[in-house]
């Protein structure tokens, strides 16, 4: 049985898409400036690792549900009006959320999940990281980050 977003296609025949789901880690970007610097101590960074993230590349940011924005502590920066599978509505945008995946780390934005507990992981992160998706095999592919592969620009 193949798994992923199923889509109609011609004739009523339906066409398979891979889905990517991964794991991430999320912690409070300025409790780990502060672990860096010797204030705190490693127990004391707010983080939580997350499972069975979808790589959703219809959605631009990091999402998390409300309830992992209290736990790391993040505060609020702006309200914005965004547009979700249901129609548009306001949403709320975090700063300092410190971000790992794939073994690549660094700080970004984050959407509250409109009304729900999902966890979207969108393409800003996945570009800022140097991350690729492999829908076939459903895996993320890590760019290389020396060299001259390098997924790193500066033109």
Do not use: W
Request: hydrophobic share 40%; net charge negative; with cysteine.
């Amino acid at each position: 049985m193949k798994t992923g977003i199923v889509f109609p296609g011609a004739e009523g025949r339906q066409r398979h898409v891979g889905q990517i789901r991964t794991t991430i880690e999320v912690a409070n970007a300025l409790d780990v400036g502060k672990r860096r610097y010797g204030e705190i101590g490693d127990e004391q960074v707010r983080r939580a690792t997350l499972d069975r993230v979808l790589v959703d590349t219809g959605a631009t940011l990091l999402a998390l549900p409300a309830r992992i924005i209290e736990q790391l502590g993040l505060k609020l920066l702006r309200e914005v009006d965004i547009e979700t599978a249901t129609g548009f509505t306001t949403a709320r945008i975090f700063g300092d959320v410190s971000l790992t995946v794939e073994g690549r780390t660094a700080p970004f934005e984050c959407l509250e999940m409109p009304g729900g507990d999902s966890v979207l992981l969108g393409v800003l992160p996945l570009e800022a990281l140097g991350l690729e998706l492999d829908l076939q095999n459903q895996r993320l592919i890590v760019l290389p980050d020396r060299g001259p592969d390098t997924y790193v620009m500066a033109l």
